[in-house]
């Protein structure tokens, strides 16, 4: 493949695999995925994705995108990767409460940079993930139930569609552009800055608790009917945790099943308290780690790993959390199962996030998600995709069906990536992605199937 032609129409290198370079340029979050790319374009500019894209696009190969790896759901196994990592504007404007955010930048250096004028940006458990990825899926905050999904603070996107054109998108421009990017994930192109609204937190009462896993019955049968009293300002998930044991996992965490509470208060403490306190009183916590924090420091409520491991994933959405329900994520997760997961946690929606605006996003039907996450590590490897299965499976009767992309888990066929959104709002996405990637190059990821051209 000769791709001198693509090396002169961009400012950033172009690797091709071999080349010093690809190796760091493909390694994903998810260690397990491994990204074999016939070329890599690592951009320095919005320009240098759209010479990628043409080039891509002249030459009939599929294209791919990358910032950090934490939704590699699939390899990306040939045509062109666009590694968005050198894209790493960060401008905050502290009077219009916004930040421009280049496709490369993660949430962390953008809490660092708007934390310095008591703002904040509306970052999910980690701040390690990529703010535009992230953001594409909905991107669910922590403080989702008081300010809604982060796609719905987006001011403007600026992306390269699938036929190689650069557009810039206002929000409320009436464009299908503008409907896609929020919540349609990379469907109809790749976006190279996007401009999101700032609000004025600058902490909160949160952080964590742990009981042993023992307890986990009683625990969510009280969670479920303590998160009916919960105010928006109040986020909330549970998870039954069995971290490794592994040396860099905390002594009373370590290769131990504990259940993990994780809360956000947008409140004073002392309300905080008052709302915490049926939760606390089940029984005295092995570690509880809540209190006042600043907001910048919010990962420490999930505590998700900071450095790369190998895992896979599965989520659903809930229509209730009811004692039936918690049966059967005791049956696959509880302290009786003989579970190979890392995590699965009911997470509390509604608030600001149910509400019917009109975009892509999912999730916003759906009072709970729940998600499973396992290591891809020896012993358990094998054990953990049907795991993963096992458990959303047994979800069934009182899953709506669906799940939010950005917990979907792997892709799998047609039926199964259209369960990520609605049917109607699947179908505007195929028709949106056959006019704006009409070559269905973008076809890595969550990809919606392209429109049969009959
Ligand atoms: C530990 C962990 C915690 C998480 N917590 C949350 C959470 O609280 N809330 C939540 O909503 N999600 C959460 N996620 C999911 C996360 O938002 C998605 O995995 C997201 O895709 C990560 O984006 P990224 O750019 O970091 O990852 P990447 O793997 O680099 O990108 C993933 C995908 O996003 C799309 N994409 C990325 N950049 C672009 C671009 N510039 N243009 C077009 N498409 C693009 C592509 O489809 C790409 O394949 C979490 C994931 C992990 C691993």
């Known amino acids: 493949m000769d791709v001198s032609a693509l090396a002169q129409s961009v400012n950033g290198p172009v690797y091709r695999p071999g080349d010093e370079g690809y190796a760091e340029e493909v390694a994903a979050f998810n260690l397990s995925r491994q990204h074999t790319p016939d070329v890599v ?23 791919g995108v990358q910032a950090t790896g934490h939704g590699a759901v699939l390899p990306i196994t040939d045509g062109v990767l666009v590694s968005t990592r050198g894209l790493d504007e960060v401008t905050i404007d502290p009077v219009r409460r916004t930040a421009r955010v280049g496709a490369g930048v993660k949430w962390r250096r953008v809490l660092d940079a708007a934390a310095e004028h008591g703002l904040a940006g509306l ?35 600026d992306v390269v569609t699938g036929d190689g054109q650069l557009h810039h ?23 190279t800055s996007m401009e999101v609204e700032l609000l004025e937190i600058a902490d909160l009462y949160g952080g964590a608790i742990f009981w042993p896993g023992a307890l986990a019955p009683t625990l969510l049968t009280v969670f479920a009917e303590w998160v009916d009293t919960l105010p928006d300002e109040f986020s909330a998930s549970i998870s039954l945790l069995r971290l490794p044991p592994l040396p860099e996992v905390p002594a009373p965490l370590r290769g131990q099943f504990t259940v ?36 910048a420091e919010l990962d420490r409520i999930h505590m998700d790993p900071e450095h790369p491991v190998p895992f896979e994933e599965g989520g659903t959405l809930l229509r209730e959390l009811g004692p039936d329900t918690i049966e059967a994520i005791l049956e696959q997760a509880g302290p009786d199962a003989q579970c190979p997961l890392l995590l699965v946690e009911v997470r509390l929606l509604g608030g600001a996030l149910a509400g019917d605006r009109t975009d892509a996003v999912s999730g916003r039907d759906a009072p709970y998600s729940l998600f499973a996450v396992g290591a891809l590590m020896p012993p358990i490897a094998e054990a953990v995709p049907g795991a993963i299965r096992a458990v959303v499976g047994a979800m069934a009767p009182w899953s709506t069906g669906g799940t939010m992309v950005n917990f979907h888990g792997v892709p799998g066929d047609d ?8 049917a109607p709002t699947f179908e505007r996405l195929q028709r949106a992605k056959a006019s704006y990637d009409p070559a269905n190059l973008l076809r890595f990821g969550h990809a919606v199937p392209a429109l049969d051209p009959a």
């Open 41 to 63: 374009v690592a951009a320095r500019s919005a320009d240098d994705v759209a010479a990628a894209v043409r080039w891509a696009g002249e030459h009939a190969l599929p294209v």
């Open 123 to 157: 970052c999910g458990s980690t701040s390690d993930v990529g703010v535009v990825g992230y953001t594409l899926g909905g991107g669910l905050p922590v403080l989702g139930r008081k300010y809604g999904f982060s796609s719905d603070r987006v001011r403007s996107f």
């Open 169 to 191: 998108v206002e929000a409320g421009d009436g464009t299908e552009l503008d409907w896609a990017l929020r919540g349609g994930k990379g469907n109809v192109g790749i976006v």
């Open 260 to 295: 993990h509470l994780r809360i956000a208060y947008l409140g004073d403490d002392a309300e905080g308290e008052r709302l915490l306190a049926p939760m606390r009183a089940v029984a005295p916590p092995m570690i509880d780690m809540v209190g006042r924090m600043p907001y």
């Open 415 to 422: 039926a199964d990536r259209a369960r990520a959104w609605s």
